[in-house]
């Protein structure tokens, strides 16, 4: 399962992360969300160890989505170093996701 990522814990398990950091910005509402959330979770089964994989909601962490200018959900961010490396925006395929988190590893 992905990590509860919010407004309180992102700095920490995010931004300070010694690992490539995946971000789903999602909510429970959004139909193309509720596509790509169980593909999420298998991508943080399958990248353990090697990058950090979590969700944030958007309802319950206006801060951080706000700090990222995320305005259509689901938004799927890639974290290095602090700095955001790329992204991606509305219900793609699981290839897609894992080959960009790849590509920041």
């Known amino acids: 399962m992905a990590l509860e990522i919010t407004d309180a814990n992102f700095e920490e398990l995010v931004l300070k992360s010694d690992k490539p950091v995946m971000v789903d910005f999602w ?3 959004c139909g193309p969300c509720r596509m790509i ?3 999420v979770d298998e991508i943080s089964g399958e990248y353990e160890g ?5 969700k944030v909601n958007v309802d319950n962490n206006p801060e951080v989505s706000a700090r990222f200018g995320v305005r259509n959900i689901p938004t799927v961010l890639y974290i290095k170093n602090g700095e955001v490396a790329d992204k991606s925006v509305g ?6 996701l894992a080959s960009k988190l790849d590509a920041i590893i």
């Open 91 to 96: 219900a793609v395929p699981k290839a897609q």
């Open 37 to 39: 959330g169980p593909l």
């Open 50 to 54: 090697k990058a950090v994989v979590g």
């Open 27 to 29: 909510a429970e509402w």
